[in-house]
């Protein structure tokens, strides 16, 4: 990296697949149209915003506290835009749309390429996930602790789901005040790493879940089963 460039700033903006899903993808480019001419103002002359692909940016500035602007002036909703009527939103509270940002910002460039300085961002960025999302986090090398098995599970099971290599087990609930059951992912080409499972597992559960639980329900009893969800992961949170 040039010595120029002071910091490097990884941005996912947190929830948006939400928005694509609720609303389609043209409500999601306009607004991520509009989230970039907003991060666009926080920027100092020289300092670089590029789109790294879907909801994410990367900045290229020369000064750390670009990241809390950022943070800042995504704060206040979105509205008065193209999306308002597609939301069907009128007056001061109809149509609008709340974005925030997960940053990961790394600030010690020193014999580092371009390639490594965006890789640790992107690694500081899901630290800020992890921790509530909404807020910026500097990577520090200690991040770096893990990693390489963490990229190698996330990469085993998404092969596994694209071959449907999970099932899931359901075990009873039974107590004074409610029943129902507890679902469980099991990987049928077998799961050797003390470490849980990356992000998709959460979603594959849930479709999984809600579609046994209803076919159950229909055939079993009158009224359907009390679902409840609980997603536990450890080095990888939800997009």
Known sequence: ??????????????????????????????????????????????????????????????????????????????????????????????????????????????????????????????KAKEAGKARAIVFSHDMLDGAPERLALEADSRRALARDEFTVVYQPKVGFSQRGHRAWKRWSAGFTRPVALSVPMCSFRLRKNRAWSMSWAGRCCKRRAPMRFAGRTRGWSLP
């Open 1 to 126: 990296m040039s010595s120029a460039s002071h910091c490097v700033l990884f941005i996912d903006l947190d929830g948006f697949k939400l928005v694509n899903d609720s609303y389609g993808h043209s409500v999601g480019d306009q607004l991520l149209i509009h989230t970039a001419a907003r991060i666009g103002t926080c920027l100092q002359p020289g300092d670089l915003l590029a789109r790294q692909g879907g909801d994410e940016f990367i900045v290229i500035g020369a000064d750390a506290s670009v990241a809390e602007r950022i943070r800042t002036v995504l704060v206040p909703p979105f509205r008065d835009r193209p999306w308002h009527r597609a939301l069907g939103g009128s007056g001061e509270a109809g149509g609008q749309i709340f974005v925030s940002a997960s940053i990961g910002v790394v600030t010690d460039l020193v014999g580092i390429d371009s390639e490594q300085a965006a890789q640790r961002a992107d690694i500081a960025m899901y």
